[in-house]
């Protein structure tokens, strides 16, 4: 946790155990979420810098995670394929989403909770009812694998950022894309600006870029970084964007001059994944060294570091109101912490493959994760139950192949992968 003004880190949040791969702040800025290539998203307790839940489900690397509006429910999307939803409080299960044969890269929550977007590599964006676990559209036009995806505030407008080098808008209602911003190299990360005006995008060219909505056109290109940009995020007031990169470093910029105001140092590995609470007070960055940190905005000192996930993270989240952390891993968990304290408190298993994303509900008390296993999940963050699992269904799915002679091993594992069962 880095302190914005001084750029210090004030806490070093450890228990991953591989790289973390995403983080997320709650509404109210108390709880951080990071998802990690241990398979775990980790809930942490900002005040204390404890991790207060460990979510174990994921079967592979957790690689996104995202709160739900409400801070009850966090989703994580996983290289297993999979996305989950999970209870806050509990650390349950939810759902799982399933249906991808490729790893879900990105998952976000509408505001109103109740739809999911998640991109893959099978270069979809899918919409998900939250409630009865539908798909409700599949967004095409992307020629390549989707990085990330992002609501617009007032939840009308989906954007998604490809490994195509374009950022695509989306009409949630329609399933229209609005428009097509080209840039010259990968788009790995995007965020909306409060008001809805500015996306800023991270490359894979060292650079963030700035975008007008309403032209298209990228206005400014902010220079520093060394390596790629994985994540990038926007303060509540719109004024800072923050930039994790694979240099090492998170650099916060100025919106209106393009400046680096301040470079956080402290990780020893590619930090996937930064974000601030909903307060603007405090920023989480998730990171390959399997460790999340938490820094104090007005300070710049590192507040606490995560410990817990066994292999890289890969997103972190809060729940909304801001006591707890969601982490998606590479381990194939989501962890849940107490920001207070930073411990672990619960560890969601269910995923088979690197959770890729997770995000808490509006209400706070689920947790949805998606993964490398085709599937999304939902937790209930009490129990820590994976209350419901979301997969597409795949080309053969429920097809019998039990007794039938002439495959090979390889042809058997393939179609059972794409559905079938014996």
């Keep these: 946790l880095w302190n914005l003004s001084t750029g210090e880190c004030v806490k070093i949040l450890r228990g991953h155990t591989k790289s973390i791969w995403s983080i997320g702040f709650s509404r109210d800025g108390t709880t951080l979420a990071s998802s990690s290539d241990d398979k775990t998203v980790r809930l942490w307790n900002l005040s204390t810098g404890e991790c207060v839940n460990k979510l174990y489900g994921h079967t592979n690397g957790v690689w996104s995670i995202a709160f739900s509006p409400d801070g009850v429910t966090l989703a994580s999307g996983s290289d297993d394929q999979t996305v989950r939803l999970w209870n806050i409080n509990t650390g349950q299960c939810l759902n799982t989403f399933r249906g991808y044969t490729n790893g879900v890269w990105s998952i976000a929550f509408s505001p109103d909770g109740t739809t999911l977007a998640s991109g893959s590599e099978d270069q979809t964006v899918r919409l998900w009812d939250v409630g009865t676990g539908e798909c409700l559209d599949t967004l ?90 994985w994540s990038v995020a926007f303060s509540p007031d719109g004024t800072i964007v923050a930039s994790g990169c694979e240099d090492q470093t998170v650099k916060l910029w100025d919106v209106d001059t393009g400046d680096c105001l301040s470079t956080l140092q402290g990780h020893r590995n590619i930090i996937k994944s930064v974000v601030f609470s909903g307060n603007g007070r405090i920023l989480a960055s998730g990171c390959e060294d399997h460790t999340l940190r938490l820094w104090d905005v007005g300070t710049g000192e590192c507040l606490n570091t995560l410990r817990g996930h066994t292999h890289r993270l890969r997103s972190v989240a809060f729940s909304p109101n801001g006591k707890l952390i969601a982490s998606g891993s590479y381990d194939k968990t989501c962890k849940l912490w107490d920001v207070e304290t930073g411990e672990c408190l619960k560890t969601l298993h269910g995923h088979t493959n690197v959770v890729w994303s997770v995000t808490f509900s509006r209400d706070g008390l689920m947790l949805a994760s998606s993964s490398n296993d085709g599937t999304i999940k939902f937790w209930d963050i009490e129990t820590g139950q994976c209350i419901k699992t979301l997969r597409v269904p795949r080309p053969y799915e429920g097809m019998n192949i039990a007794g039938v002679t002439g495959l090979t091993k390889a042809t058997m594992t393939s179609l059972k992968a794409l559905g079938a069962v014996d």
């Design 140 to 229: 095409r036009g992307h020629t390549n694998l989707i990085f990330s995806v992002a609501f617009s505030r007032d939840g009308t407008i989906l954007v998604s950022g490809s490994k195509d080098q374009t950022l695509r808008l989306w009409d949630i209602s329609t399933g229209e894309c609005l428009n097509t911003f080209h840039g010259p190299k990968w788009v790995l990360s995007v965020a909306f600006s409060p008001n809805g005006e500015i996306l800023a995008s991270g490359h894979n060219d060292d650079k963030v870029r700035l975008w007008d909505i309403s032209t298209g056109e990228c206005f400014q290109t902010l220079l520093g970084h060394r390596s790629l940009v």
